[in-house]
């Protein structure tokens, strides 16, 4: 069973700090996913990386797929008390539709 | 953007009774269909793939027999967990798969709340 480790699994900063979440596995993917939680609610898509080494860029997120396709990171940039949620990677191997979630990391921005 | 509908979003339940909720995805056609379930400050696990017209493939260590799925059309998949206990509370969360122009994307539904006492 392919597993993703997201780390820290719980962050507290200061409005205005820079963040950056971390997924790994020992697995290839052929596609690796990034969403955003609230308390109650369904995960929300935040972006899709599919080349290994690929950047994206959202407003105040940046998301690397690794060049090995293994791992991924997004970085938040001053952040604001709205990021606050759990941020869920996921990746999907070659030849598959079935996406399986990293472990979670819980964010929380003070104001 | 596509929207996936899930209903009840609240249920409460006996321990022993079965519990039916549906997943549908309100403006668009997906064969594909997945069911997850969420403990408190847990992420989601995969519990089962569903095809519409086929059965539906299940994780290691998901009993088939007790999250009955049931894909029968193109807009609506159901999870059934039957004779439900206290153990089966959880968030169950589905969502429909589209691949569009070589683009996969997951369309979440809002999630239900089962607690079973």
């Known amino acids: 069973t392919q597993l993703l480790e997201q780390s820290p699994q719980f962050l507290s900063i200061q409005e205005g700090e820079n963040l950056t979440v971390y997924c790994n596995s020992s697995?290839?993917?052929?596609?690796l996913q990034w969403y955003r939680q609230e308390p109650g609610e369904g995960p929300v898509l935040l972006v899709t990386v599919v080349t290994g080494g690929e950047v994206k860029k959202l407003k105040r997120l940046t998301f690397q797929f690794g060049d090995a396709r293994k791992d991924s990171s997004l970085h938040i940039t001053a952040a604001q008390p709205g990021d606050t949620g759990l941020y869920l990677c996921?990746?999907?191997?070659?030849?598959?539709?079935?996406?399986?979630f990293g472990t979670g990391t819980r964010l929380k921005v003070l104001a | 953007g596509a929207v996936v509908s899930q209903h009840p979003s609240r249920v409460i339940c006996k321990s022993g009774t079965s519990v039916k909720i549906e997943c549908r995805s309100l403006?668009?056609?997906?064969?594909?269909m997945f069911w997850y379930r969420q403990f408190p400050k847990q992420s989601l696990m995969l519990m089962a793939t569903?095809?519409?017209?086929?059965?539906?493939?299940?994780e290691q260590g998901v009993e088939k027999d007790k999250f009955l799925i049931n894909h029968a059309s193109l807009t609506l998949s159901t999870l059934t967990v039957t004779s439900a206990h206290p153990e089966d509370s959880s968030f169950y969360i589905c969502?429909?798969?589209?691949?569009?122009?070589?683009?996969?994307?997951?369309?979440f539904g809002p999630g239900t709340r089962l607690t079973v006492l």
């Open positions: 569903s095809n519409e017209g086929s059965k539906a493939t299940y």
């Open positions: 403006d668009f056609q997906a064969t594909t």
């Open positions: 969502s429909a798969f589209v691949v569009s122009g070589g683009a996969d994307t997951q369309y």
């Open positions: 697995s290839v993917f052929s596609s």
């Open positions: 996921a990746g999907a191997t070659s030849g598959t539709y079935k996406y399986i």
